[in-house]
């Protein structure tokens, strides 16, 4: 039996069929849980059928993963990037078709779909440089006759939960660096992108296979929160990176924490562009409407607070209005499509309360505030003035609600901007250098993405990716992030005859 529209017909060329099995386990397709749909945010109607893995099912992929990370973490870094390196130029093969899949499936536009494959394809450029480099100090003793260095070596098994919103690039922050790093790789996607998971995973299983490795090494699963509980739980998984919603991501910390695994997370976040009265406004409008509505607003890094100078307060605001009531709402496959649908009815269900809860705080709606009606989870982009003091100020309503606010002074801004519980991305507008040192500065923004002059979203890997706070503190992606993926020793090497001890101790 074929696909129920010619349009998912394309899905064949990256492995995916109208029945699928989601779990890659030892080397084999194989899954024995319940059967899901996938369904097109844009219509809510089935795509294809996924049956899950089961908790047997992750115990089985578990068991040779733990073996097969024995062999993976002896294979010399350099070799292990030249694996990675294969794995970005399958994925580059096949990135239209991918990252089309990523908009049908979770509703991101296609420029989005395929700029998120293209993030996993440069975090595997990435990697491939960093096998070369992952260096420790050398350290100078005090004693004579001895040396002091850094040994980074891998930790073996890390767990990957993703989200709905990046449902593979966040995978690519991740998994790149974690095989580089000599570990392997078990993977949940989210559960209601399960084609992506599956898709992502054979082009990775066919690297492994055509290089006679462990298909084990990367090994994934589409489930449930069971699957994710058992992952959080596992001793044999040293790390859990998990992305996802503040108040999950506490519950996956204290299980990680209690067994003393290492946890990664990055979680909500709310954040704030600060446009001061020097601003190069156009510059500034243009940036608030993608990090507003980009993605419906469903990224993390998605700009959900707007504080205006009073003195372009009405500018700012007249020259927003009228750029989102000329804003396309529709298929995100479609030519033209600024703003998709959101991901679930959940979602468009999630707006509706939302919108309720702002009137009801004395918020007033500028433009948009109402569902689309239509087969899909189609939301109107917008934009609400209400007090910084409102209680749904605090919190992150996931989707392209824009709330609006004036300040007097920078430093009544940058303390708006810090008020909140999250603490992910921030970016402010100004030419000003003592405004722009400020706000990087200590008595700045309190986040862990601190921008001038750009949209709060679409940050570089080149970077280290991650928040403060309620945020979660994990780093992901460039800069120095490949060190949470590791276990460091410091190594002392005493090449003498004699024994001198540290602090000049004299014991005996």
């Known amino acids: 039996m074929g696909f129920t529209k010619k349009e998912y017909e394309f899905l064949g060329e990256i492995g995916v069929g109208p029945d699928n099995l989601g779990g890659y386990v030892d080397g084999k397709w194989k899954a ?40 993976w973490m002896s294979i010399p870094a350099p070799k292990r990037g030249e694996i990675v390196r294969q794995i970005g130029d ?12 990523v ?14 494959v293209q993030e996993i394809i440069d975090m595997c450029d990435y990697a491939v440089g960093l096998s070369r480099q992952l260096n420790g100090s050398i350290i100078p003793s005090e004693r004579p006759d001895h040396m002091m260095f850094e040994v980074w070596n891998p930790l073996g098994i890390v767990g990957v939960i993703t989200a709905f919103n990046f449902p593979c690039a966040v995978l690519g922050w991740n998994a790149c660096i974690a095989l580089v790093s000599g570990n392997c790789v078990v993977w949940k996607g989210a559960p209601t992108t399960p084609l992506i998971t599956i898709a992502v995973t054979k082009l990775v299983a066919e690297v492994f296979e055509k290089n006679n490795l462990p298909g084990a090494i990367f090994t994934s699963f589409c489930g449930g929160a069971e699957i994710g509980q058992a992952i959080a739980k596992d001793t044999r998984i040293a790390l859990v990176s998990f992305t996802g919603s503040s108040k999950v991501g506490s519950i996956v910390q204290k299980t990680v924490n209690e067994r003393f695994g290492k946890c990664l997370l990055e979680l909500s976040g709310n ?25 419906a607003g469903q990224r993390c890094t998605t700009c959900r607070r707007l504080y205006l100078h009073e003195s372009i307060y009405q500018k700012v605001l007249d020259q927003l209005i009228g750029v989102y009531k000329q804003v396309k709402v529709g298929d995100p496959l479609e030519k033209g499509t600024l703003v998709g649908p959101v991901h679930t009815r959940a979602s468009r269900d999630n707006f509706e309360k939302g919108i309720s809860s702002i009137k009801s705080q004395g918020g007033k709606i500028l433009v948009g505030g109402s569902v689309i009606e239509s087969e899909g989870n189609f939301v109107q982009p917008t934009i609400v003035e209400i007090s910084p003091d409102a209680s749904i100020v605090k919190e992150e309503l996931f989707g392209p609600v824009l709330y609006v606010m004036k300040f007097k002074t920078l430093d ?37 993405i601190v921008n001038v002059n750009i949209p ?24 120095d992030s490949w060190k949470q993926y590791m276990r460091r020793s410091t190594c002392t090497i005493n090449y003498g005859s004699e024994l001198p001890l540290a602090q000049g101790i004299n014991f005996g």
């Open 32 to 71: 024995t849980g319940p059967v899901v749909s996938s369904v097109n945010p844009s219509n809510n109607q089935e795509i294809a059928r996924v049956t899950e893995a089961s908790i047997q099912d992750y115990e089985e992929g578990m068991k040779a993963c733990n073996e097969a990370a024995k062999k």
């Open 412 to 448: 009544e801004a940058i303390e708006m901007n810090n008020s909140v519980p999250q603490g992910l991305s921030s970016s402010i507008f100004t030419r000003k250098p003592e405004i722009i040192f400020k706000w990087i500065g200590p008595h700045g923004s309190d986040c862990g």
């Open 103 to 116: 908009s049908l499936e979770m509703g991101k536009i296609l420029p989005e779909g395929i700029g998120e």
């Open 271 to 295: 954040n704030a562009i600060i446009v001061m009265d020097d601003a190069d406004i156009d510059l500034a409008a243009r940036s608030i409407l993608f990090a507003a509505v980009g993605t």
């Open 90 to 101: 399958a994925l580059r093969a096949k990135l239209e078709f991918l990252g089309r899949l």
């Open 456 to 479: 709060t979203n679409g940050a570089e890997i080149g970077g280290a990716f991650g928040g403060e706070k309620a945020t979660g503190g994990g780093r992901e992606a460039g800069s």
